[in-house]
């Protein structure tokens, strides 16, 4: 079974930074672009960012400069640096695929909470 497990959330104050973490199956990793996605109370999931295999970036206009997504080859993770952190980015975060025919099963996620 794929298992996605998030990490590195917590509580920052606004303009602080959080570093959040995804470790991914080998195989999902290797043969996927990624992305991390985020669940705010009363709305629906969102694409916050994705990675391509081969390094392209893709953000979400709301987090455009202060967010910035990588992928480690070695230790199959993807990581989320977020700066400049705002009271809307309050969410579970998650990761999976970027493209969403090829989601698997959705980890716990990590909460952000950004008090103002």
């Known amino acids: 079974q794929v298992r996605l497990v998030e990490s590195g959330g917590g509580l920052a104050q606004a303009g602080g930074s959080l570093t959040l973490s995804c470790a991914a199956p080998r195989h999902m990793f290797l043969g996927n672009d990624m992305a991390w996605y985020r669940q705010a109370p009363g709305k629906q999931r969102e694409l916050v960012a994705y990675?391509?295999?081969?390094?392209?970036?893709h953000y979400t206009d709301s987090v455009k400069g202060r967010f910035a997504i990588s992928r480690d080859g070695a230790k199959h993770t993807v990581d989320l640096q977020m700066n400049n952190l705002k009271p809307e980015d309050t969410a579970v975060y998650y990761c999976?695929?970027?493209?969403?025919?090829?989601?698997?099963?959705w980890g716990q996620g990590t909460q952000v909470t950004v008090s103002s």
């Open positions: 999976n695929a970027a493209d969403r025919r090829l989601w698997t099963n």
């Open positions: 990675i391509r295999r081969g390094g392209n970036t």
